[in-house]
């Protein structure tokens, strides 16, 4: 059993409707559910949303305690951020950077990256479904994909 931590950065609360041509009409919580849908029953996911760096941290701090490994969509902190780098970097749990758009293909400020050195991996580019293949490997990182 993995229990995996889902962290989502500022403006996520509005997918749906936001940009739907970049970021799909899928809701946070629909991405939730196909998580869930995903990992269960074997494993956990425990989804959470802030637009604040500092809670960011605060959940990525969390997992250490209640998470086994951890999905990081930054949003924009992702290009800006070295305090999630560090939290990151701190918490000693596998972490994989995820983005619902190809970050490499859009403006030149969201090709770069501050936290993918210290993340396993990146997944982009492949809407909600980024999140899926981010949850598939992570399991399989854990040990713990039949797959
Ligand atoms: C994003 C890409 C970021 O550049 C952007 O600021 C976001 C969403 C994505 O999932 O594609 O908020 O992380």
Redesign the pocket.
């Known amino acids: 059993m993995a229990r995996i931590t889902v962290v989502n950065?500022?403006?996520?609360n509005l997918l749906g409707t936001r940009e739907p041509s970049?970021?799909g009409s899928e809701s946070l919580d629909d991405i939730h559910t196909k998580l869930c849908t995903a990992a269960e029953p074997e494993h956990t996911v425990h989804s959470v949303q802030s637009n604040g760096e500092g809670a960011i941290i605060d959940h990525l701090h969390q997992a250490q305690q209640a998470a086994d490994g951890v999905l990081l969509?930054?949003?924009?902190y992702?290009?800006t951020s070295y305090a999630i780098r560090d939290a990151i970097a701190a918490i000693n749990r596998p972490t994989i950077e995820?983005?619902?758009?190809n970050?490499h293909a859009?403006e030149p400020f969201?090709t770069e990256s501050v936290i993918a050195p210290v993340c396993v991996g990146q997944i982009?580019g492949f809407g909600w479904y980024?999140y899926i293949l981010g949850l598939h490997a992570l399991l399989q990182l854990l040990g713990e994909s039949s797959s």
């Open positions: 950065g500022p403006n996520l970049i970021y969509n930054a949003g924009a992702t290009h995820i983005h619902l758009s970050i859009r969201r982009c980024s």
